[in-house]
């Protein structure tokens, strides 16, 4: 085992959709295993559809022109479809923004938690049955007898939410990827949730790649983070070294404009032109330099 | 300013609660307001905030009237309108103006920008240049006069939050209830939205009742906040004596679980500041 | 958008080619005097189940063949398009305003109105169509002010229950709320506000309703319902048509041919103007 090998590797990852427009602009990164890697930027960024492309569930719209993906040293691109699902299905997990609707409505909480485990994993239903109960304890879910037998709209949001980290940390996963999963949460669930899947995360040794809008939540999270515009990484560093010395203009304008209660004026500034601008400017410049090799 | 624009007593709202509706029949009345008492000062902004399933909503629907209370009394600008009919409300409607959280639903997908921002002024006797009157709102919120003949999925986010601004403030009203109207924007958007309505509210002197879940923007908008769960009032007060020193656990709690956006290695560890 | 933008290249052709199809039907309805080579009820046996034009046999004049009485085929069928049309658009607006303006207020109102109404369409709907329309024929007395008077006493309520449904979906959104905060009543919103926003559905279902109403005068004409057997329909022709049809095939295929052209032209336009004039998805 090579100990630095990173658990995701994405070299120059580019995008299309059918009329040509890039929607991943030769995006690179690497989340090193046990280490939460942060996505953030605003809506159209493509945080999203980074992790749809680690997970093999792009929108058939989408069509990825270049680059490669490296899960634990296997380059997802040049396997066969069906070996490339097993590998993304053994070894990463989601948790999704929206839990209501990533529940089945129409089926029990237990099954739909152990069918994963039994029927991908081959695992038998009393094994996928213990792991489960321990990991909703590992959540904070105290009576398991009745949450598995409930229905998705028997839950809260935020149980519901823990349903799905226990599902997502059950069969350990080597990767998650979580698609903003606390957006949909108030803010004290929201601290509740973060709360246990960096608990989870540390104990597991679980490598997340984190996709999240909010500047606030990268800071308490992640130790890495890809700062992300028009497809584009535009900063790429340490959290800490983010935060105390943004590098990239956007980065900057995107942190004075988060509201902080500690500092009302000096915050909720809207972002400047000239560095709107200048991001046009330079997609502009990085679409053009690409185009030449591509025709 | 001792004179207040909303003075609000014992404000109680049942709706039914259509998750116990029996097959047959009537679904049973849930309290969602449990009696509340405060006032909204003149020309200033007052934030209302709680987290899901505190009444904040119910509460600004019911000033506005969209909603009828089951008891108590709201007095607006000397009038009791607690229990006024649908048509004895018409004339006040254009004091009482509302923008909604999210401006794909509220704006009517099949009716020009222009459509949209005049019908109030054309429904409140400013029928007469209304050419001009649209031209003016669009100007005040910072639009240029071509997305007059545009319908609302040719805008984006911000834009159509503009509109909704627009409209609301097309009648120069006494009161406008901003009910999250940034919650589904992006942040340099809701920075430059909420930048927009603060000025516009002082420009204007305009009453504000703004909703919203995040203290960190009722922080730099609002003068007075008042603070919400489950349909009751936890707390009231100035803004400033409320961020330096809240008196509630639950204001505390609250302001603790708001992740800003800075390195604190210990806001993820269990133990202090946990919130119920 | 994206989606919008794919309808909308698919609108052009579909929308000429039903549109033509409709005007040279309608053209012919009208004109039909003027058009039709030949009387279409002039009987003559010497002229009896001529073929169409290519084969071998036909007559000048006789475009189409001639039926068994040695009637001008392509002149029955202009002359059919008149009853066709009348019935298509007179029945289907019929079905389509009373159908619309119960659902609208169904859907808007709500509460006892919906409940009603409700209960009639549930009732209707459990009759057996067909029958009904007969049955209604027969208590009316055959004619063209039956057939179209029982088309839409009968489908009306398939405009009510996807307008009530629509309208039900469009109340629930915030630009409803919003036209109340504006000052509008509840007659204002609806018109103002429900309306627009259901027209496209309305002219969708209209133009499926006119090709149905053309099928429907079609059946009723096919058992001997619908109007006076003097003059032609493309039901009658096609009943016709049927007990020929190893001597004289196209005396059946011609009008059941015409039959399907229409009914198509009539859907395809109906959709084909809602991409092209519904501005959300222009």
């Known amino acids: 085992m090579n100990a630095t090998r990173p658990c995701l590797d994405i070299q120059s990852l580019s995008a299309v959709l059918p009329n040509g427009a890039r929607v991943l602009r030769s995006v690179s990164l690497s989340v090193q295993p046990g280490e939460v890697r942060a996505l953030v930027g605003e809506s159209g960024a493509g945080k999203t559809m980074i992790g749809k492309a680690v997970l093999g569930v792009l929108p058939p719209s989408v069509r990825v022109v270049e680059g490669d993906m490296l899960l634990e040293g296997e380059d997802l691109g040049r396997l066969q479809p069906k070996a490339r699902r097993t590998l993304i299905g053994a070894r990463t997990a989601l948790i999704p923004q929206d839990p209501l609707t990533a529940l089945n409505p129409s089926r029990r909480i237990g099954p739909q938690m152990t069918d994963r485990l039994v029927r991908i994993l081959g695992w038998s239903g009393p094994r996928a049955d213990a792991r489960i109960r321990q990991l909703l304890d590992a959540v904070q879910i105290r009576d398991p007898d009745r949450v598995l037998k409930c229905y998705s709209h028997e839950l809260s949001g935020g149980m519901r939410q823990r349903v799905l980290i226990a599902a997502a940390f059950a069969a350990e996963p080597r990767l998650i990827v979580a698609d903003e999963p606390t957006t949909a949460l108030d803010v004290t669930v929201q601290k509740q949730i973060l709360r246990l899947i960096a608990q989870l995360q540390r104990e597991h040794g679980t490598a997340i790649l984190f996709v999240t809008h909010d500047l606030g939540v990268v800071a308490k999270i992640s130790q890495k983070v890809s700062v992300l515009y028009a497809g584009k990484v535009v900063e790429e560093t340490e959290t800490a070294a983010l935060f105390a010395a943004p590098q990239h203009p956007y980065t900057r304008a995107l942190m004075a404009a988060t509201p902080r209660y500690t500092d009302p004026f000096a915050s909720l500034k809207p972002v400047d032109e000239a560095v709107l601008a200048g991001l046009a400017s330079e997609i502009a410049a990085a679409d053009q330099a690409w185009r030449r090799p591509h025709g | 300013m001792a004179d207040p624009l909303f003075s609000v007593r014992e404000l109680k709202v049942a709706l039914p609660d259509m998750t116990r509706k029996p097959l047959i029949g009537r679904a049973p009345m849930a309290e969602i307001l449990k009696g509340l008492d405060f006032e909204l000062p003149r020309g200033s902004v007052t934030g209302i905030v709680g987290e899901s399933g505190s009444g904040k909503s119910t509460l600004g629907r019911a000033l506005v009237r969209l909603?009828?209370?089951?008891?108590?009394?709201?007095?607006?600008?000397?009038?009791?309108?607690?229990?006024?009919?649908?048509?004895?409300?018409?004339?006040?409607?254009?004091?009482?103006?509302?923008?909604?959280?999210?401006?794909?639903?509220?704006?009517?997908?099949?009716?020009?920008?222009?459509?949209?921002?005049?019908?109030?002024?054309?429904?409140?006797?400013?029928?007469?240049?209304?050419?001009?009157?649209?031209?003016?709102?669009?100007?005040?919120?910072?639009?240029?006069?071509?997305?007059?003949?545009?319908?609302?999925?040719?805008?984006?986010?911000?834009?159509?939050?503009?509109?909704?601004?627009?409209?609301?403030?097309?009648?120069?009203?006494?009161?406008?209830?901003?009910?999250?109207?940034?919650?589904?924007?992006?942040?340099?958007?809701?920075?430059?939205?909420?930048?927009?309505?603060?000025?516009?509210?002082?420009?204007?002197?305009?009453?504000?009742?703004f909703i919203s879940h995040d203290l960190s923007v009722i922080r730099r908008l609002c003068r007075q906040v008042i603070v919400m769960r489950e349909g009751v009032i936890v707390e009231a007060s100035a803004t400033d004596a409320l961020f330096a020193n809240p008196r509630q656990a639950y204001t505390r709690d609250l302001l603790a679980a708001i992740p800003l956006p800075e390195i604190d290695d210990g806001w993820l560890l269990p133990g202090a500041k946990a919130p119920a | 958008m994206d989606e919008g933008r794919i309808s909308r290249h698919g609108s052009g052709a579909r929308l000429w080619l039903a549109g033509g199809w409709l005007l040279l039907a309608s053209l012919a309805a009208i004109f039909a005097p003027l058009i039709a080579p030949q009387n279409p009820l002039a009987q003559d046996l010497m002229f009896e189940r001529l073929p169409p034009f290519w084969m071998s046999g036909a007559e000048p004049g006789f475009w189409l063949g001639t039926d068994s009485l040695g009637r001008d085929l392509l002149s029955r069928l202009i002359f059919g398009a008149r009853i066709a049309l009348i019935v298509a658009f007179a029945a289907a607006l019929a079905a389509c305003l009373i159908g619309s303006t119960l659902g609208l207020i169904a859907g808007y109102f709500g509460g006892w109105a919906d409940r009603i109404i409700s209960r009639i369409v549930d009732v209707w709907m459990a009759f057996p169509p067909v029958l009904f329309a007969i049955l209604l024929v027969a208590v009316l007395g055959t004619g063209l002010s039956s057939v179209i008077i029982a088309i839409a006493v009968i489908d009306w309520t398939r405009f009510c229950r996807v307008i009530r449904a629509e309208t039900m979906g469009q109340a629930r959104m915030d630009y409803v709320e919003n036209a109340r905060i504006a000052g509008y009543g509840r007659i204002g919103i609806m018109l103002r506000e429900v309306l627009p926003n259901v027209v496209p559905s309305i002219v969708a279902l209209l133009s499926l309703e006119m090709g149905i109403a053309v099928i429907v005068e079609a059946i009723l004409s096919f058992v001997n319902l619908s109007i006076s057997t003097d003059d032609p329909t493309w039901g009658g022709i096609i009943a016709e048509g049927r007990l020929s049809i190893h001597q004289a095939w196209w005396v059946l295929v011609f009008p059941l041919v015409t039959l399907i052209l229409t009914v198509l032209s009539f859907s395809q336009f109906g959709e084909g103007l809602k991409a092209r004039f519904d501005p959300v998805l222009r």
């Not at chain 2, 509302?98 to 029928?127: H, K, V, Y």
């Not at chain 2, 100007?139 to 319908?151: D, H, I, K, M, T």
């Open chain 2, 67 to 209: 909603l009828e209370p089951s008891a108590g009394s709201i007095i607006f600008d000397g009038r009791d309108i607690t229990h006024l009919p649908e048509a004895e409300l018409r004339p006040l409607r254009r004091n009482l103006q509302m923008i909604f959280q999210d401006p794909m639903s509220s704006l009517n997908p099949r009716r020009t920008i222009f459509s949209i921002i005049a019908a109030p002024l054309r429904q409140n006797g400013f029928g007469d240049n209304l050419k001009d009157r649209v031209a003016e709102a669009l100007q005040r919120v910072g639009l240029p006069l071509s997305f007059a003949s545009r319908y609302r999925h040719q805008l984006s986010g911000g834009q159509r939050q503009r509109v909704g601004i627009a409209r609301a403030l097309a009648l120069s009203p006494k009161f406008v209830l901003a009910d999250e109207i940034v919650s589904g924007l992006d942040v340099s958007t809701q920075a430059q939205i909420l930048t927009l309505l603060e000025r516009l509210a002082a420009e204007m002197g305009l009453t504000v009742a």
